[in-house]
């Protein structure tokens, strides 16, 4: 029980830290909505769940040990938090006619799907994930216990925490959307979600394992 809960301990820790997952859910949110929010922070927690099985089946230990393959992951997942990041900042320095009334008006431009495919792209072109999980994830297994079924589990509470946590950014922030969606203010967060997420994916990118 005691490793169980230092285990949700760090996990707590590594959610409520502030990165590409909660840049893209607060932005999100603010196009599509709560509906928006929470969609992506499904589709982050999906992503997050496809990485625990892969954990547990050995898959990821495979990713990591092959080079080609981790960076291949690791430039793909990078470029993609780029694009997102650029088209955040080509909306804060020159927002389009129907950007500026939907601004006013109710979240429509981005659906459900769109949110949540964007979530799960994301959060499975992050390899970070896969180095996170298999190294963190084996230390809080008791002993005795099966692996994979062990692993396994405590990914999908890891993902159902992230879900919470994100689902929560996003109630809140839709609940400020009124103020959150005047155009000067969403410009402002456009540009500093564009910069965060261009410089996340950048820092992916170059930084070693």
Same mark, same amino acid.
């Given at each position: ?15 409520a830290?502030?990165? &590409?997952?909660?840049?893209?859910? #607060?932005?999100?949110?603010? !196009? ?5 929010? +929470?969609?992506t ?7 997050? =769940? #496809?990485? $625990?099985?892969? =954990?547990?089946? /050995?898959i990821?230990?495979?990713?990591? $040990? ?14 993609? !938090? ?11 320095? @020159?927002p389009?006619?129907? $950007?500026?009334?939907?601004a006013?008006a ?14 799960? #792209?994301?959060?499975? %072109?992050? &390899?970070?994930?896969? +180095? ?9 297994? &008791? ?9 396994? /589990? ?20 839709a ?7 005047r155009?000067? *203010? ?5 540009g500093? =979600? /564009? =910069?965060?997420?261009i %410089? !996340?994916? #950048?820092? *992916?990118a170059?930084?070693? @394992?």
């Amino acid at each position: 029980m005691s490793l169980f809960l230092a285990f949700l301990g760090v996990s707590f820790i590594v959610i409520a830290t502030p990165g &590409p997952d909660t840049a893209i859910t #607060i932005r999100n949110t603010l !196009l599509g909505g709560r509906a928006g929010g +929470v969609s992506t922070a499904l589709g982050i927690a999906s992503g997050q =769940t #496809i990485w $625990a099985l892969a =954990t547990s089946a /050995g898959i990821v230990a495979l990713l990591v $040990a092959s080079e080609p393959l981790f960076l291949a992951v690791k430039y793909a997942g990078a470029a993609y !938090l780029v694009y997102l990041g650029v088209k955040a900042l080509q909306e804060a320095l @020159r927002p389009s006619h129907q $950007a500026e009334v939907l601004a006013v008006a109710k979240p429509s431009r981005l659906t459900a799907a769109s949110a949540f495919r964007q979530g799960l #792209i994301s959060d499975l %072109g992050n &390899p970070k994930m896969a +180095v996170f999980f298999a190294s963190l994830l084996p230390q809080f297994v &008791p002993p005795g216990q099966e692996s994979f079924a062990a692993l396994l /589990g405590l990914g999908v509470v890891f993902a159902v925490m992230t879900f919470t946590w994100l689902a929560l950014y996003a109630t809140v922030v839709a609940k400020a959307g009124d103020f959150l969606r005047r155009p000067s *203010i969403r410009r402002v967060i456009e540009g500093v =979600t /564009g =910069t965060l997420l261009i %410089g !996340l994916g #950048i820092r *992916i990118a170059t930084e070693h @394992r």
